[in-house]
Nanobody
Framework: QVQLVESGGGLVQPGGSLRLSCVASGLTFRIYAMSWYRQAPGKERELVAVITSVGGSTNYAASVTGRFAISRDDAKNTVYLQMNSLKPEDTAVYYC?????????????????WGQGTQVTVSS
């Protein structure tokens, strides 16, 4: 079965850095778009960053642009999120997401998988 396993979360002081990793298994990693989402207490889950399957184009939420960087290593079935200049408002559970949309006979089918999440806490 498909598994996405995140790691790298923890407690960090404001201004510090963390690198999250997500290792995927059970799927053809290179054909999936990979994303990082986060969910803070009492808030909805939000998209943080996405990297496409072909070409590796990236896109970021406005709140993290210039501070976070998403990357992928298809040989290792791994996606990363480098987080710099962390702020208390970055505190959340961070989730890895894999998504692929397939069109068959003019109908779209979406395949989507989630990791279990890793806690990031930014506090002094």
């Amino acid at each position: 079965q498909v598994q996405l396993v995140e790691s790298g979360g923890g407690l960090v002081q404001p201004g510090g850095s963390l690198r999250l990793s997500c290792v995927a298994s059970g799927l053809t990693f290179r054909i999936y778009a990979m994303s990082w989402y986060r969910q803070a207490p009492g808030k909805e889950r939000e998209l943080v960053a996405v990297i496409t399957s072909v070409g590796g184009s990236t896109n970021y939420a406005a709140s993290v642009t210039g501070r976070f960087a998403i990357s992928r290593d298809d040989a290792k079935n791994t996606v990363y999120l480098q987080m710099n200049s962390l702020k208390p408002e970055d505190t959340a559970v961070y989730y890895c997401n894999a998504r692929r949309t397939v069109e068959i006979l003019r109908k779209e089918y979406e395949y989507e998988y989630w990791g279990q999440g890793t806690q990031v806490t930014v506090s002094s």
